[in-house]
C-alpha cells in the first residue's frame, strides 16, 4: 500500500554559517525561495519571468531525450529487475508472465514458447483500442483452455484483465468491464480454467486492512466479462476470517478451497452448475494449520496435505469421491510449497534441506524427480508443458534480487533457456534545480544514482562520480535537489536492507559526497528510512520522507552537522501499521517549512483504511505539528505528493481516488497565510477524464502544475496567478500526447524558457524527454 507507491506513479519503495551581506542575503533569499523547493518529483522554477499567458510566436517543442541524458559506463548494472509471476501450458504452448521493474516503472511482460520453455520470444501486448498499455499494470495469475488464456493482475486501484487466444497476441480489457465485477478492496489469489470458462477466487474487505477477509469467487465464460459471486453463497464457517486460494475443476465440477482463521482451517467447496450452487465437502485427513492444495489434470483432480515429513495425496474423478492415493516423500522434506497442474500433469515443488524438489504426476498415484532449483529460490508458479516442466518464480539465493527461469526434461535434467532481453532506457530525470548559471537534474541510471548538469537546459552532461557517492548496493536513486548557501543537497534511496536514505551534497554541483553515514541517518531496528523531498532556507537544510511507519524529517545548519526532527505533538510524526505517517514534499519561505503528504485514517468509513491529506509546518526544520486537510466532496481518499510556495502563499496538490475506486482526479489544496488555514482549489479537465498530478513550480508571479489527463494519460498543464483560480492546457506531440503515458516530472527556466523533463512509457519500453516553452518578461501576466 502507498506510500511507497504513488496513486499514479508505479514507481515501486520500501528512506553555522558566517553571516552573508545585507544585500546579498535578501538576493538569496529570493533565489532560496524559487528554486529551493524540492518534491518527489520536484519542480523549480527559477528566475524573473514568468510563463507567458498569450501564444508565444515560436511554438513549445518536445524531444525524446535518451541521448541527451547519458548513463554510467558500460558494464555497470542496467538498473531493471525482471520479475516472472506465472506460467500456463497448453501441450508445448508456454506462456510466462511477469514484467520489468525498473526506475523509470513497472512494464507488463508476457512471453511465448512453442516448444516447451526452450525458447521464449517476446508476446505483444495492446489495449482493446490498439495502443500500447500503460506501465505500472502487474500481471500475477495466469490460465489457458480451450477458451482462450487470461491473466489477472494488479494496478492502482484495482484488477487488471489481459485476455489472449493463443498466447501471442494479447489485449488488456477495459478497466470499465473489469471494474463491474473486481473491486479496489479485492484480492485474487488463483484462476482456472473450468470446463465452460474461467473462475477466479480471492477475498475481499470492508475495511481495506484484509483483518475482516471474507471469499469472492468471480466467474466468466470468456474472461472479458465477469460476474461476481459474494462468499455467503458458499456458506462459510461463522465467526473468524476466510480467504479462497485454489480453484481447480474435472468434469465440469469446479472445486474451491480456502484458509480459515478458526477451524476447520482447510475448507472446501464443489459445485457442479458453472459456480451457481455450492455444497460443502470434506478431504481425508485432518488439518492442525492450513495445509491443503489442490489441481487437476485432464481426468484428476488432486489434493495434498502435507503431513509431518511428507506430504499426502488423494485423488478424485468428480471432486466427490476421494482416494488416498500416494505418498510425497522426499529426502530432507520440509514443506510442500506449490502445487499446479496443467491437463497432462501435476507438478509440486517441495522444499528440503539442500533446495527445491520438482516431483511430477500423471495420476496422483506415483510422483517421479523431475529436477531440483537452488536452495533460497522463490518458486511462485510451475507448469507442466509436454514433457518438460517450467517453474517460474525469484531467484533470491546469496542475496540475489532476479527472476527464476527453471525448465527441467524428463530426467529432471536442465534445459537452457531465457527470457528475451528488456526494452526501455532504464533512465529517470525525477528533480531539477537552478542556482548560479548552473543547472542540475539528478534521477537514476543503470541501477545507480545519477546527476546531470547543464548551463542551457538543452545540452545535458552526466557528472563523473569520482567519489563513488552515487553507487551502492542494490539499486540507487535521487528524487529530489536543492540549492541552498552553503551547497547542494540531493536525496533519494539507497537499495540497502533495512532501507537508508540516500543523501549527497556538492558544493557546485559537479562532485558529490555521500552525508548519509552520519548518526541522524542511521536506521532504529528494521525500520526502513526513506528520503523523499528537500528543501533550503535560511535557517537550513531539510529533508523529508518516512521512518518506519512514521513521517520521517532531517535537518541541517550546514551540510555537515545533520539531527532528526521532533513532533510537536504525541501522533504528529509517529506512526503506526494502521495509523501510518509520510511525507513527500517540502517547501520553505518567510513561513519557515511546510511539508506534504498523507496519513491513514483507520476509523474512515466506518473503519475503511484509507489515505487522507495532511500537512506539516514547522517554523525552523526541527519542530513539525500535523495539519489534516478535509477531503474534497466526491474523493474517497488521497494524499499530497507536492508543494510550492511563493511569499506567503502554498499550493499543495495531489491524487485522489474517486468513484468505485478505479477513478482519479487531481485535487489540491491553497494557504494565502503561510499555512495556518487551506482552503480546495480546483484543476479543471474535460468532463469524464481521470486526471492527475505530476509535479508542481511556483515562480515569482504564479503557480504551475503538471498532471496527466486520461488513461493513458497525457500531459496536462494548470497555470495560476495567485493559487486560487487555475487554467488548463494540454500541449501536444511528442512526449506531451499520443500512445502510452506521457509526464513531466521537473521544471525549471533558462534564458528565457521553460524548461520541462519528465517521461514517454509503455508497457514495451520508455524514454525520457524534455520540453521547452518560451516566456514571458513581462511580470504582470498569469504564469
Not at 295 to 311: F, H, I, K, N, P
Request: aromatic letters at 6%; proline letters at 7%.
Amino acid at each position: 500500500m502507498p506510500p511507497t507507491t504513488e496513486l499514479t506513479d508505479p514507481d515501486v519503495g520500501y528512506p553555522a554559517t558566517d553571516p552573508m551581506p545585507p544585500g546579498r542575503q535578501k538576493r538569496r533569499f529570493r533565489s532560496l525561495l524559487i528554486g529551493g523547493a524540492s518534491v518527489t518529483f520536484a519542480i523549480i522554477v527559477a528566475g524573473g519571468v514568468v510563463v507567458a499567458s498569450r501564444q508565444s510566436d515560436e511554438p513549445a517543442a518536445a524531444e525524446l531525450a535518451g541521448n541527451l541524458f547519458a548513463a554510467g559506463p558500460a558494464g555497470s548494472g542496467d538498473g531493471r529487475q525482471l520479475e516472472l509471476n506465472g506460467v500456463a501450458a497448453m501441450g508445448a504452448t508456454v506462456v510466462i508472465a511477469g514484467g520489468e521493474d525498473a526506475d523509470s516503472g513497472y512494464r507488463t511482460g508476457f512471453f511465448l514458447s512453442k516448444d516447451a520453455g526452450r525458447t521464449f520470444a517476446r508476446a505483444q501486448v495492446r489495449t482493446a483500442k490498439g495502443e500500447p498499455p500503460v506501465a505500472g499494470e502487474i500481471p500475477r495469475h495466469l490460465a489457458a483452455g480451450p477458451g482462450g488464456w487470461l491473466a489477472l493482475g494488479d494496478r492502482v486501484g484495482g484488477t487488471v484483465v489481459w485476455t489472449s487466444p493463443d498466447g501471442a497476441a494479447w489485449t488488456r480489457q477495459p478497466d470499465a468491464t473489469a471494474s463491474l465485477a473486481f473491486g479496489p478492496r479485492d484480492r485474487v489469489a488463483d484462476v482456472a480454467w473450468t470446463g465452460n470458462g474461467f473462475t477466479a477466487v480471492g477475498q475481499t474487505s470492508d475495511k481495506g486492512d484484509f483483518t475482516d477477509a471474507s471469499p469472492v469467487v468471480w466467474l466468466s465464460r470468456d474472461g472479458r466479462s465477469w460476474e461476481r459471486r459474494a462468499g455467503w453463497r458458499l456458506h462459510p464457517p461463522t465467526g473468524g476470517t476466510l480467504a479462497l486460494t485454489d480453484v481447480a475443476s474435472v468434469k465440469n465440477a469446479i472445486v474451491v478451497r480456502g484458509e480459515s482463521s478458526i477451524k476447520p482451517y482447510d475448507v472446501t467447496w464443489r459445485s457442479t452448475d458453472a459456480g451457481n450452487t455450492w455444497q460443502a465437502f470434506a478431504v481425508p485427513g485432518k488439518s492442525r494449520k492450513p495445509e491443503l492444495a489442490f489441481a487437476a489434470t485432464a481426468t484428476t483432480m488432486l489434493a495434498v496435505r502435507q503431513d509431518g515429513s511428507r506430504a499426502t495425496t488423494y485423488t478424485s474423478p468428480d471432486g466427490v469421491r476421494w482416494t488416498t492415493a500416494a505418498k510425497i516423500d522426499v529426502p530432507g522434506f520440509r514443506r510442500l510449497l506449490r502445487l499446479t497442474a496443467t491437463s497432462q500433469a501435476a507438478v509440486a515443488a517441495i522444499g528440503t534441506d539442500s533446495g527445491i524438489q520438482l516431483v511430477r504426476s500423471t495420476d496422483g498415484r506415483s510422483w517421479q524427480p523431475a529436477g531440483t532449483t537452488a536452495d533460497g529460490a522463490e518458486v511462485r508458479d510451475a507448469a507442466a508443458a509436454a514433457d518438460n516442466t517450467v517453474v517460474v518464480g525469484a531467484d533470491t539465493a546469496h542475496g540475489g534480487t532476479g527472476a527464476l527461469l527453471a525448465v527441467r526434461d524428463k530426467a529432471g535434467k536442465d534445459v537452457p533457456t531465457g527470457i528475451p532481453s528488456t526494452t526501455g532506457s532504464g533512465k529517470v530525470v525525477d528533480a531539477l534545480g537552478t542556482a548560479d548559471g548552473r543547472v542540475v537534474a539528478v534521477g537514476g541510471a543503470n541501477g545507480e544514482a545519477t546527476v546531470w548538469t547543464s548551463a542551457d537546459g538543452a545540452t545535458w552532461r552526466r557528472v563523473q562520480d569520482k567519489e563513488k557517492a552515487l553507487a551502492g548496493q542494490g539499486r540507487q536513486r535521487l528524487t529530489g535537489v536543492t540549492p541552498g548557501f552553503a551547497g547542494w543537497l540531493a536525496v533519494g534511496s539507497s537499495g540497502r536492507t533495512p532501507g537508508r536514505p540516500l543523501v549527497v551534497t556538492s558544493a557546485d554541483g559537479e562532485s558529490w559526497r555521500r552525508a548519509d553515514g552520519a548518526a541522524a541517518f542511521q536506521p532504529n531496528g528494521t525500520n526502513p528510512l526513506i528520503a523523499r523531498g528537500a528543501a533550503a532556507g535560511p535557517d537550513g537544510y531539510v529533508i523529508v520522507g518516512e521512518d518506519g511507519f512514521g513521517a520521517g524529517t532531517w535537518w541541517s545548519p550546514d551540510l555537515k552537522t545533520w539531527e532528526r526532527g521532533i513532533p510537536a505533538g504525541e501522533d504528529n510524526l509517529v506512526g503506526t501499521p494502521t495509523t501510518r505517517r509520510w511525507m513527500h514534499s517540502v517547501t520553505n519561505g518567510m513561513f519557515g517549512f511546510v511539508a506534504a503528504g498523507g496519513v491513514t485514517d483507520p476509523d474512515a468509513y466506518g473503519g475503511v483504511f484509507v489515505r487522507r491529506p495532511t500537512v506539516w509546518i514547522s517554523p525552523d526544520g526541527r519542530k513539525w505539528s500535523l495539519v489534516r486537510l478535509p477531503i474534497p466532496a466526491g474523493v474517497n481518499e488521497g494524499w499530497l505528493p507536492h508543494i510550492a510556495s511563493h511569499d506567503d502563499v502554498l499550493v499543495t496538490a495531489g491524487t485522489a481516488v474517486t468513484g468505485n475506486g478505479t477513478g482519479t482526479a487531481a485535487f489540491g489544496y491553497v494557504s494565502v497565510d503561510g499555512g495556518r488555514s487551506w482552503q480546495p482549489i480546483s484543476l479543471p479537465v474535460v468532463a469524464g477524464e481521470q486526471s492527475s498530478v505530476t509535479a508542481m513550480a511556483a515562480t515569482p508571479r504564479g503557480f504551475v502544475v503538471a498532471g496527466t489527463v486520461g488513461r493513458p494519460g497525457d500531459v496536462v498543464i494548470w497555470t495560476s496567478a495567485d493559487g486560487r483560480s487555475w487554467k488548463p492546457e494540454q500541449p501536444r506531440g511528442t512526449g506531451m500526447s499520443g500512445p502510452g503515458d506521457q509526464r513531466l516530472t521537473a521544471f525549471t527556466t533558462v534564458d528565457g524558457e521553460l524548461v520541462g523533463v519528465g517521461s514517454t512509457a509503455t508497457g514495451q519500453g520508455d524514454e525520457p524527454t524534455v520540453w521547452r516553452r518560451p516566456l514571458s518578461s513581462d511580470e504582470t501576466g498569469t504564469p
